[in-house]
């Protein structure tokens, strides 16, 4: 059994080598992302459940239950909302 | 409340607020009350560049050639950049210097500050290259009045709060003596309070300026870009904006620190009491920038871009900086009407230049010009 990224309650399978941005963009999902460093917040979404792991320090504010997609990993299952 | 350069009070760092307690004493930087303004400084430091690493000289003909309305867009663009980096080389500093209380954010500030006097000095270096005498580009910038107009707006916020810092350093807050006439010419109390509303406005204001106004501009250098034209300005604003996405994550940690209640309580009431007027600072700025990418188009679009275009990544670009602080997204654009700019915005840090790292024999310049027959030997035709 496979890992899966559920965003705005579409399932997709999870590579865990790769960012959660990654990820969206490997299944042609819409993202926004600028720095793709953490600092400047563009890929903020909100995390429903699950662990994102940070792989880099996420410079930018995160209120609680937000997470940068651009600089974290998920090991296991992971869902998330966008901001729209 | 006068200002002194060393405090002797020997008060805990961490238990300040980031304004308006005691002035900084030891900088230090061991420890933080908060650690990301720590990790702002080493990033920007690590950012740092050079107008002069970038060569430009290939710019000058590709304006040559272009359009009249496309060099009235290019120049203008420059001129405003040239005002907002002017202003902010300098404001930060003499505005929140004198009030700010933690080592690490005092820093920041001069770190900050610094980065946008390389931006100011990056503008003459693309100016020198494309006119002669760049002189009445600058001179322009002081009586272009769709320049004037933003530039009252950006300035009246920090005027404000200077104004009234340094009534406060002199004077103290009893005014029972010497009444506080504020720069409008009216007597105005002056409260702590009061002040951490202008120091609250200021910072809207600040943030603001980073989020959208600069876009507009990088927008249409980027756009010249796109059609292989003016690579070498594009090149020095990719790096004006990785450093200004930096700022503009300060400016966001401040405004939500305060509103989420982690730093002084009187800002969190300050930051609900002021949550429409901070809005309304928001909208105006968009407002102006809409206005001002009808000023650029004036004569006529540029290929890949237009007025409506702009207008449309203005709100687009609004509605994502009002959400990382708090405000409902106020516009209905929902898709980026320009989505090749995210790659012109792209950070870039995984390549590191040997000058990055500490090579000592990594030279600025050198060449070789002991050239041998030997050294042909092996080529082949």
């Known amino acids: 059994m496979s890992a899966k990224l559920t965003v705005d309650g579409i399932e997709y399978p999870l590579n865990t080598e790769k960012t959660l941005l990654e990820n969206l963009e490997s299944q042609a999902v819409k993202v926004e992302f600028h720095c793709r460093d953490g600092h400047c917040g563009a890929c903020r979404c909100l995390l429903i459940s699950g662990q994102p792991e940070y792989i880099s320090y996420p410079m930018a504010y995160l209120r609680d239950g937000d997470v940068l997609t651009c600089c974290c990993t998920a090991k296991d299952d992971i869902k998330l909302a966008t901001y729209r | ?381």
């Open chain 2, 1 to 381: 409340m006068a200002y002194t350069t060393f405090s002797k009070i020997p008060n805990d760092a961490l238990k300040e607020p980031m304004f308006f307690g005691n002035p900084v004493n030891v900088a230090r930087y061991d420890q933080q009350r908060f650690e990301v303004f720590e990790k702002l400084i080493e990033k920007q430091l690590s950012f740092f560049w050079r107008p002069e690493e970038i060569d430009v000289s290939r710019d000058r003909i590709d304006f040559l050639n272009l359009p009249d309305h496309e060099q009235h867009i290019f120049i203008s663009n420059l001129k405003y950049q040239t005002l907002l980096d002017s202003i902010q080389g300098r404001s930060p500093n003499i505005a929140l210097l004198p009030i700010v209380s933690l080592p690490e954010l005092e820093t920041w500030i001069e770190t900050w500050s610094f980065s946008e006097t390389i931006h100011s000095r990056s503008y003459t270096h693309i100016l020198r290259n494309l006119f002669t005498d760049p002189s009445e580009v600058f001179e322009d910038i002081v009586t272009n009045e769709e320049i004037q107009k933003r530039a009252s707006d950006i300035a009246g916020y920090y005027d404000d709060l200077i104004h009234a810092t340094q009534f406060m350093q002199l004077h103290g807050l009893k005014q029972t003596e010497t009444d506080y006439i504020n720069l409008h010419g009216h007597k105005e109390t002056l409260t702590l309070r009061s002040l951490k509303k202008k120091l609250y406005l200021c910072i809207c204001s600040i943030n603001a300026l980073e989020a959208i106004r600069f876009y507009v501009s990088f927008a249409c250098s980027f756009a010249f870009a796109e059609r292989d034209l003016l690579e070498g300005n594009a090149k020095i604003i990719k790096l004006i904006a990785r450093d200004e996405a930096l700022h503009l994550n300060s400016t966001q940690q401040i405004l939500n620190l305060w509103a989420d209640g982690k730093d002084d309580p009187e800002m969190a009431e300050i930051a609900i009491e002021c949550f429409a007027e901070g809005r309304e600072i928001f909208m105006q700025a968009a407002e102006q920038e809409k206005e001002w990418a009808k000023y650029l188009f004036k004569d006529g679009s540029m290929i890949g871009l237009n007025e409506e275009i702009l207008c449309q990544y203005v709100e687009y670009i609004s509605n994502q900086r009002m959400q990382a602080i708090g405000y409902e997204a106020p516009f209905d654009v929902k898709s980026n009407p320009i989505p090749w700019i995210n790659h012109w915005l792209v950070s870039d840090n995984v390549q590191v230049a040997p000058q990055e790292a500490e090579i000592s024999s990594y030279l600025v310049g050198q060449i070789n010009s002991k050239v041998d027959s030997d050294d042909l030997s092996t080529f082949e035709l």
